[in-house]
């Protein structure tokens, strides 16, 4: 099915689709040879990776700087020692949350991690898991697309028959997802843009990425197609957008 008729069924206005069509299309440029990138750093990299962290990294670029592209994002609720660290509120307000960078310092930590069970977070098994499920997202941020805070995002949703479409901007930068029924819980699942979602997936506040020093915010590219078992078909959002997207 081509991008206008899924931008259709997702309700994104026609004054807009040739603007969301030229970036998915860039999308589509700059992911070239991204998937088979990951999959080497994933499958065999992270145990390399893992053995090169030192207790107090953060991320791999600190050890590694000529490894980047293997690492994480370089974003402060990301790091080598997962993505459910704490918070601070200095504002008293839930805009003026930041995660806290460096975290699970303690021996006794053991419980936050939830990728690696029974495992510390800073352990050489707990990393090595992490990357595993998280390598090569460096790579996806260096060739995304800057995102201005200030923008918030717009959100479209819509379906047809078993193909459920949803649509997310942020000032350039657009994300296309779709879920196709196969049979039964099986489904079929695209994400194809720039992870917008990420960026303003709020949980926590309505921006949940916040770059490291010396680097900036961007959604990275994505472009997959996967199969999934149980897969919904309505978005699970927290809701924060900007006027004039569907919730």
Not at 53 to 81: G, Q, S, V, Y
Not at 209 to 222: D, H, K, S
């Amino acid at each position: 099915m081509n991008i206008i008729k899924l931008l259709t069924i997702a309700g994104v206005p026609v004054t807009l689709h040739a603007q969301a069509i030229e970036c998915i299309d860039e999308a589509d440029d700059r992911s070239d040879g991204l998937l088979w990138a990951k999959i080497k750093t994933r499958i065999f990299r992270a145990g390399k990776i893992a053995e090169a962290l030192a207790w107090e990294h953060d991320r791999l670029i600190e050890a590694r700087p000529d490894w980047a592209d293997d690492d994480i994002a370089p974003m402060l609720n990301i790091t080598a020692n997962g993505d459910n660290g704490p918070w601070e509120f200095p504002g008293g307000t839930v805009e003026s949350g930041r995660p806290i960078g460096h975290f699970w310092t303690e021996p006794d930590d053991v419980q936050h991690c939830y990728w690696a069970p029974g495992h510390h977070p800073r352990s050489h098994a707990a990393r090595k898991a992490w990357y595993r499920r998280n390598g090569g997202e460096f790579r996806a941020w260096r060739l995304g697309m800057p995102i201005d805070p200030a923008d918030l995002y717009q959100r479209w949703h819509g379906s047809e028959g078993r193909l459920s479409v949803t649509v997310y901007r942020s000032g350039d930068a657009w994300l296309l997802l779709t879920t196709r029924r196969i049979v039964g819980k099986l489904h079929i699942k695209t994400r194809k843009g720039f992870e917008v979602d990420n960026v303003f997936s709020g949980p926590v506040t309505p921006q949940m990425w916040f770059p490291i020093p010396g680097y900036e915010l961007r959604a990275p590219v994505a472009w997959s197609v996967l199969p999934q078992w149980g897969a919904s078909t309505q978005p699970a959002q927290a809701g924060f957008f900007t006027p004039g997207g569907n919730a």
